[in-house]
């Protein structure tokens, strides 16, 4: 990519992980589209990157569960002028606890918003990239992505999609001047890991070692992403855990899981 300015869209990035990215990608020089559904915070965090970096960030407040969001967001993006040159899929929800006490409701937005969802945004901005012939995509999994997850089954599924369907879309765009990144995180200090304490409370108990912060996450993605690495793993004690994920028997797995879940979430 060349030196001009480019046009980067984040999806929640309200707070958290999002909120660190967006500053990182602003600090390098880029524009931004900040997509989340609270229309205070986001233009809160437009005006800190606007006056700190001197770049443009366009707020477009937007509920990505609803039926056909993305394809309107793109239609609007379109409208104005704004060729997304970097998508940063981070937008998602994580339901704690074991898969049956979980909500159903609940279970079936986080599937949607963490894959649907996020599939349906790869689709309205990547062809266009192709088309370019440059762009750059960001997706965020999570380490849970490298094994099964007890006490967080359905979460840790949408992340192994995520990752599997990243690493795949990046070798089908190879040549092409478009990059496939996926962001795998640990633990980190954000709310949705406070949300996931309140359903679970043994998530709570984690020593403070394990959990990351969304600073160190966004800044080794967008160090990956500008890169154009295929994945990141942020953080040594992640790196370590997906190198051992990657070395088990599949069922050596599953019962380290099971066991360190129910030392946690009792039986």
Not at 5 to 11: F, I, N, P, Q
Not at 41 to 64: F, M
Not at 171 to 187: D, F, H
Not at 237 to 249: C, E, F, M, V
Request: hydrophobic content about 45%.
């Amino acid at each position: 990519m060349s030196k001009e300015r480019h046009l980067a869209l984040v999806t929640g990035a309200s707070a958290g992980i999002g909120e660190a990215i967006a500053t990182e990608l602003a600090a390098s020089g880029h524009d931004l589209v900040l997509v989340a559904r609270r229309t205070g915070k986001l233009r809160s965090v437009a005006k800190r990157l606007q006056d700190k970096y001197g770049i443009e960030a366009h707020v477009r407040t937007t509920d990505l569960l609803e039926a056909g969001a993305a394809a309107r967001l793109a239609r609007r993006l379109e409208r104005e002028g704004l060729a997304v040159d970097v998508l940063v899929n981070n937008a998602g929800l994580l339901e704690a606890g074991y898969f049956t006490m979980i909500d159903k409701d609940a279970l079936q937005r986080m599937v949607q918003l963490n894959t649907g969802t996020l599939t349906d945004l790869l689709a309205h901005f990547v062809p266009s990239m192709r088309k370019r012939g440059s762009g750059r995509v960001m997706n965020v999994a999570s380490i849970a992505a490298f094994q099964p997850v007890v006490g967080l089954a359905a979460y840790a599924a949408t992340k192994a999609y995520v990752l599997s369907l990243g690493e795949a879309l990046g070798e089908e765009l190879r040549g092409s001047g478009v990059t496939v990144t996926t962001l795998c995180p640990g633990i980190t200090d954000t709310s949705m890991i406070a949300h996931a304490a309140d359903d679970a409370p043994g998530f709570g108990e984690l020593p403070r070692v394990v959990i990351g912060s969304p600073e160190d996450v966004a800044r080794a993605g967008v160090r990956g992403l500008l890169r154009g690495e295929p994945i990141v793993v942020p953080g040594v004690l992640n790196r370590a855990s997906t190198l051992l994920a990657d070395n088990l028997p599949r069922w050596l797995r599953r019962r380290l899981m099971g066991a360190l879940a129910r030392s946690r979430l009792g039986s």
